[in-house]
């Protein structure tokens, strides 16, 4: 049972323009969700996270919002830069040092 | 700082036959998980461990377990291998930042089964 859900598998964005990448969740119970960014033949990175105590925080190009009433979130990455194309897992946590990943978003940025 | 290290990186292996992917976590970190990356699915906890006890444990069946060592190295098996385990394992160990459990990934261990 999928409870993150990541229902874009793709996005193409033009340089300099705002990405928006969304994530779902089913499961109440969680208290921290997190993003990761991945590049072919490496591991996940950490990109930013939030505590369900905000609804939102922002790390310099990088915000990501947190809406519990839709238990809704997102990412948005503005300036959008070419390096930005990777993979981006949306992930929660319910405190018990599991986290439960999205399928992923393929960005890809356009020069 | 040396990161999380995942050896092998490739591996190939035949139906039936078992698999041991071994991984070292960030130096002073003390839990390592265990994920499973297939297409389409994202990752999936398979296992976590700390001081050398598996505090949590994903959906998997048996043929699938781990342990964890005094020096928080982690290895985890799978037996009797199915076409369905080709994925990509990840391991990672974990720093709590700020409340959140941020897990720092190695580049995984690529198993292909025949």
């Known amino acids: 049972d999928q409870q993150v859900k990541q229902n874009s598998p793709s996005l193409s964005v033009q340089e300099g323009r705002i990405s928006i990448l969304n994530c779902d969740y089913t499961n109440s119970m969680f208290d921290y969700f997190l993003w990761y960014k991945k590049y072919p033949a490496e591991g996940p990175t950490f990109l930013i996270s939030?505590?369900?105590?905000?609804d939102k925080n922002e790390d310099g190009r990088f915000t990501v919002f947190l809406n519990k009433s839709a238990k809704h979130l997102s990412l948005h990455i503005v300036p959008s830069q070419p390096g930005d194309s990777a993979v981006y897992f949306c992930?929660?946590?319910?405190?018990?040092?599991?986290?439960?990943f999205g399928a992923g978003t393929t960005v890809t940025v356009r020069a | 700082k040396a990161g999380v290290t995942q050896t092998p990186r490739y591996l190939i292996k035949t139906r039936g036959q078992q698999v041991t992917l071994s991984c070292s976590p960030i130096s002073g970190h003390r839990s390592v998980s265990w994920y499973q990356q297939t297409p389409g699915q994202g990752l999936q906890f398979l296992f976590e461990?700390?001081?050398?006890?598996?505090?949590n444990k994903g959906n998997f069946p048996g043929r699938f377990s781990g342990r964890q060592f005094s020096n928080s190295r982690s290895e985890m098996n799978v037996s009797t291998l199915e076409l369905g385990d080709s994925a990509l394992y990840l391991c990672?160990?974990?720093?709590?930042?700020?409340?959140?459990?941020?897990?720092?990934f190695g580049a995984g261990s690529r198993l292909t089964v025949l």
């Open positions: 990672a160990s974990s720093l709590v930042i700020s409340g959140a459990n941020v897990l720092t």
């Open positions: 992930a929660a946590s319910a405190g018990d040092y599991k986290l439960s």
């Open positions: 939030i505590s369900s105590i905000k």
């Open positions: 461990y700390f001081s050398e006890t598996q505090r």
